[in-house]
């Protein structure tokens, strides 16, 4: 199965699994599973083949709807970014060069190497590689603080707890990120770096996606428009 995915104005396919596996689980709002091959996804309506019988849901009555494939176990990621609607894409590498955030796809979505290229703007996190329990509880901690800033967080030595500093990220690459603190630009070793968090107020106005898509390798779209023969997603631009 491949979704096109539309990032601001770039294109890029992303195969989330094999067309066979079109055996899904889906769950309704009253509690109840539904077992099935997906047939058909589009206005609103899907339809499943259960148990010999044709069953049709529309999406308002629709909690969730897990592929088999999903159930595999997660492959490791290098880093994942976190785009301002609440999009995480996992990628092998990501540079920042002129304001623009350069992603390389992580292979196991993708039919073939894709490289992508958005404006920073739309890039709200990235975190460096698999974190533990503890540390994904910091990494939320610090994002809930809310500080008017960019956020550069470390580790300053090998496990030790995360740490944090507030000041301007400016490029990113492969072996440094350069930080601005106290009117001072500092090239911080990658090494060091568990990831870092930008400065991006959420506007009051932001419209909402009609659904949150998960796949493997923490794959996570939000979606505003669904069909089965491809899933199509448009992200905010840095001026809506």
Request: aromatic residues 8%; proline residues 5%.
């Amino acid at each position: 199965m491949s979704w096109i995915v539309f990032i601001g104005t770039t294109m890029l396919v992303a195969q989330v699994a094999p067309v066979v596996a079109a055996e899904v689980v889906a769950t309704r709002l009253d509690g109840q599973s539904l077992g099935g091959q997906l047939q058909a996804w589009s206005d609103g309506t899907l339809t499943l083949q259960s148990d010999g019988k044709r069953v049709v849901i529309v999406e308002p009555e629709l909690i969730s709807i897990r592929s088999h494939a999903s159930m595999r176990g997660e492959p490791a990621v290098e880093f994942v970014v976190e785009l301002v609607d609440g999009t995480r894409l996992p990628v092998n590498q990501y540079t920042v060069i002129d304001g623009e955030a350069i992603l390389e796809l992580a292979p196991f979505w993708t039919p073939r190497h894709q490289t992508l290229r958005v404006p920073v703007e739309l890039v709200r996190a990235v975190q460096f590689g698999q974190f533990s329990t503890e540390d994904a509880l910091v990494w939320d901690e610090i994002s809930a603080f809310h500080l008017p800033g960019d956020v550069l967080v470390i580790r300053r030595r090998a496990e030790a707890k995360l740490d944090h500093l507030q000041g301007v990220l400016g490029e990113v690459t492969t072996d440094q990120v350069m930080f601005s603190l106290d009117d001072e630009t500092i090239p911080v070793s990658r090494s060091k770096v568990a990831g870092f968090q930008y400065y991006r107020p959420r506007p009051t106005d932001a419209s909402e996606g009609a659904c949150t898509i998960h796949a493997v390798g923490g794959l996570q779209i939000v979606a505003k428009h669904l069909r089965y023969d491809c899933l199509l997603y448009t992200s905010p631009s840095p001026r809506d």
